[in-house]
């Protein structure tokens, strides 16, 4: 038989709960933050600033969007992981996060453990692009030209450890090539060096480089879904193209330090999913290129699981970690 709870901890209990409760009740009475570990202008960021105006009308409080740039998103998702976990700082978990888990050495945090989910919001593909110059108008003339030249092309990335950098990696590794790789802060300064030939080709978010495809300033390859993506319908993907397997995409989602409370966590979920699924938030989000995810909480939940399993094969495969 157990032995009773002492009568003091069953007081303390009750007003810790009733403390959380009324934090929750006047949630929130200030600003809040979003961290993007990624520069202005990338995919992610964009994201960010698209959603969180619908979210700051829908919980009566302004949104500031954070950049904290570096390693591959780490240094945002830290500082979050450090924070109190009052609802007030807010992390845009990516893609990166869950490969970060197995190419990084040295992270501060668990991000299963140091994170709770708010909600998912959206996905798209990366698209390999090439300069004007490189003379390749598919995915195997590509192939061929690095096989002539092993080496020789170089292709950037948004940074160590991203998405566009594995895509690399796997392209490289499928088809049995050699190419050199560049990495860059974002993928906006990626796409800028692209633009004045410094690199010749990359793997980059479709929101960050369908302009610039549009007017003929960079060729598109192929896309990276499993099927094409409705911003480039006429675009073949990576299987398509004859790299049956080859499926990577950037993602973005919502999370806070593991302690917050619950209640918290359900009402900034419930103005993040409102926003993403609002019509005027969701045609601003597909006109740049995105696919919407749908859920809340468990949605995003067993996304960072998949995907962290699925990048931890792939940088095994590749034999890729940071130093």
């Not at 009052?86 to 990084?104: E, M, P």
């Not at 692009?129 to 020789?152: E, F």
Request: proline letters at 8%; aromatic letters at 4%; a neutral charge.
């Amino acid at each position: 038989m157990c032995p009773p709870i002492p009568r003091r901890a069953l007081l303390a209990a009750a007003v810790l709960a009733g403390a959380t409760r009324a934090q929750a009740q006047d949630f929130p009475a200030r600003s809040l933050r979003i961290v993007v570990g990624f520069p202005p202008g990338t995919a992610a960021d964009i994201a960010a600033r698209i959603v969180s105006p619908g979210m700051a009308t829908r919980l009566g409080q302004p949104i500031v969007i954070e950049n904290r740039p570096g390693a591959g998103s780490s240094i945002g998702a830290a500082e979050v992981a450090r924070a109190a976990p009052d609802g007030y700082s807010i992390a845009l978990g990516t893609v990166a996060n869950t490969i970060n888990v197995s190419y990084q050495r040295d992270l501060s945090f668990d991000f299963a453990r140091d994170f709770a989910p708010v909600a998912p919001l959206v996905t798209v593909p990366n698209i390999l692009v090439v300069h004007p110059s490189v003379q390749a108008t598919s995915v195997q003339d590509l192939i061929a030209l690095a096989r002539r030249q092993p080496g020789v092309l170089f292709y950037g990335s948004s940074g160590l450890g991203t998405s566009p950098h594995l895509s690399g990696d796997m392209l490289a590794m499928m088809a049995g090539i050699e190419m050199t790789h560049v990495p860059y802060a974002g993928s906006a300064q990626a796409v800028t060096d692209l633009l004045a030939g410094r690199v010749n080709l990359l793997f980059s978010p479709a929101a960050t480089v369908l302009q610039h495809i549009a007017t003929g300033r960079l060729r598109a390859l192929a896309s990276t879904g499993a099927v094409r993506t409705a911003a480039a319908p006429d675009l073949p993907t990576m299987i398509e193209s004859g790299l049956a397997g080859f499926e990577s995409a950037v993602w973005a989602g919502l999370l806070v330090p593991a302690a917050t409370p619950r209640p918290i966590i359900a009402r900034l979920s419930a103005a993040a999913v409102e926003a993403r699924d609002s019509p005027d938030i969701r045609r601003q989000l597909l006109a740049q290129g995105f696919d919407i995810l749908e859920g809340g909480p468990d949605a995003l939940a067993q996304l960072i699981a998949s995907e962290t399993a699925k990048w931890a094969r792939v940088v095994q495969a590749s034999g890729a970690r940071s130093n």
